[in-house]
């Protein structure tokens, strides 16, 4: 394997924010980027060239995989199909395994049990027939979910009682679902990670993570956890991808469970991408999860996950949060990012702000 | 005077590796950026929008002001004529007054000494008769140097004995010229530092430079300096972004000269725009250079320039050292900077390393 050299073009699919900080970050190690997207995003201010097509258009999908040297993707709901069509003409990385795992709840859990990770009690639910079967085994409260496709609290419907499951199936719209028991968790942490083409791992800390109306609202390394717990985050983490055979970032979301004084890690979802529990990692770790991302994809050397500070937060600007930017813009040691959406819509994740912490918290 | 909102789209004039870190810093903060050049280089790749015209083509430049919301440049070297024509439509920051003004030896000279900073001594040169005239006041050896766009080294003759002079004279082609009496200086520092619209002065430390065949080899900061010394240095870079009423970053590059015991900072140059002894500051200081310029000149708050550690260092890759890219991305603690220049050519500039020191030099 020969790493990609400085000067050659990264594909990016997607337009949103994580592309546009994939690009910058690219920027700085003197790669060029094209972003394929189907949709007009603030990733395009950044880069000299991009493509806005169908995700199924296969002579725009045949001309972007001419034109780049290794395809990479900013969210994991791209079509499977895509996916292989350009796997065909140009390296994608992470690839199809990784995106098909991810892509779907019971695959991401079932894999993770395979691994020796605990989860929550889940059970697979295609019809109505299969969600009792399902709340017999499971209880309730409980949550069902469609096993593709969601983020935010999307696609989502609480059975709080056997009662519920009538309109909570009708909510799912006839999608194959997963039924996933209700895990009284003490808190959120995720690992956010790289893999190289190589098989090197590097993780960055152990972050916590606090959400607000189903969106994160901050994140703050490293997270309060046992050290055996954070232990097991890691190795779970790491046993993922090697068994994922993985390339690039990703993020592994995790229910922080205390059983019997002990607390415990439940894997809740793996995201094959950067992350937004990782946009610390700008301003609060030697490399970024953006910049990791690009030197696994590129088949460089991982950086140093170091953090920079005993500990780092990021708050999200949510909708009408981005307002305060220049109350944020003149707050000594506030490092603001702002992703350039002119439109404020409310729960639009419009910017964030990271800060360094003088000691752990 | 309201700060630029994000969204807004900033005027770079130029395309080379400033303009380009110019537009990623302007991109954290939301802005998206337009360059305009009359050559193709590396600031293309990270903007959606350019224009490549000449610098007196009005009907460009017309546009270019009608798309933006204001305008900087990159480099001093802008024709006086171009500055104007567009400071008559959008606003130029830094203006037309700091641009003549460093555009030209004797002026920044002049204004220097009138603020009553050390300068070598010099004298006019217009002709050959001036330089016998300035030969006979200040002595060899002395360098000539054209009074306007030089760099590098370039535009410049030694004269290390009164023969040289014919030899001098005709490097200059006529040029309206400066003499410049030799010093016996122990080093070489520079003040990177920012106006805002608002009067407001922020300096980063002061940096120790060291040049290889006339190009800057390596920064370091904070500088050797004796303390009375760097007063001194920051004291004059704030008069003189004052007396130009500055809005921006600048650099004022000083020799240090030890006079009875005494170090002394002698005002060399004075560089309106960011500065290659400050791309340190992207990796070692709470704000960079390049964002520090983009909120002067979108009327932001200042940034902090605090170091990140107890020193930061800056190697540029010149020519074929960025043939080591692979070595050094590998380096921990190394900050790989590429500027995604695919040609190599000696004496180009074509990438930096920055690295945090654990003690000051």
């Not at 979910?145 to 499951?165: C, E, N, S, V, W």
């Not at 094959?272 to 970024?288: C, F, M």
Request: aromatic content about 6%; overall charge negative; proline content about 5%.
């Amino acid at each position: 394997m020969t790493a990609l050299a400085p000067g050659s073009t990264i594909g990016i699919m997607g337009s949103g924010q994580l592309g546009r900080m994939l690009a910058l970050a690219a920027a700085r190690l003197g790669f060029k980027c094209h972003v394929y997207s189907d949709v007009a995003g603030p990733a395009l201010d950044v880069c000299d060239r991009h493509t806005i097509a169908p995700y199924d258009d296969h002579a725009a999908l045949t001309r972007f995989a001419g034109a780049v040297s290794v395809v990479t993707f900013e969210f994991e709901n791209i079509p499977a199909a895509t996916v292989e069509f350009l796997d065909r003409l140009v390296p994608v990385r992470p690839g199809a395994k990784a995106l098909a795992c991810a892509q779907d709840r019971i695959n991401e859990k079932t894999l993770a049990r395979e691994l020796g990770a605990e989860t929550a009690p889940f059970a697979q639910v295609d019809n109505r027939a299969d969600l009792d079967r399902a709340l017999a085994e499971i209880g309730t409260p409980a949550v069902l979910k469609t096993r593709r496709m969601g983020y935010d609290g999307k696609g989502q419907a609480k059975i709080l009682a056997p009662g519920d499951a009538d309109a909570a199936w009708a909510t799912m719209r006839g999608q194959p679902s997963i039924l996933e028991g209700f895990v009284a968790f003490d808190r959120e942490v995720s690992v956010v990670a790289a893999r190289g083409i190589d098989g090197a791992f590097r993780a960055f800390e152990v972050t916590e993570n606090e959400h607000r109306n189903h969106i994160l609202h901050r994140s703050v390394a490293p997270a309060r956890l046992a050290p055996e717990a954070a232990t097991e985050a890691l190795e779970t983490a790491r046993r993922i991808a090697a068994a994922l055979d993985y390339a690039g970032v990703f993020a592994i979301e995790y229910f922080v469970v205390t059983i019997g004084g002990r607390e415990h890690v439940f894997v809740n979802e793996i995201a094959p991408r950067v992350h937004n529990s990782g946009h610390w990692t700008i301003d609060g770790a030697e490399t970024s999860q953006f910049e990791q991302h690009i030197r696994a994809v590129a088949g460089w050397p991982l950086g140093s996950t170091r953090l920079k500070a005993a500990g780092a937060e990021m708050i999200n600007l949510i909708g009408d949060d981005i307002l305060a930017w220049e109350r944020i813009a003149a707050e000594p040691g506030a490092f603001l990012h702002h992703y350039g959406k002119t439109e404020v819509r409310p729960g639009r994740k419009m910017g964030h702000v990271n800060r360094l912490l003088s000691k752990a918290p």
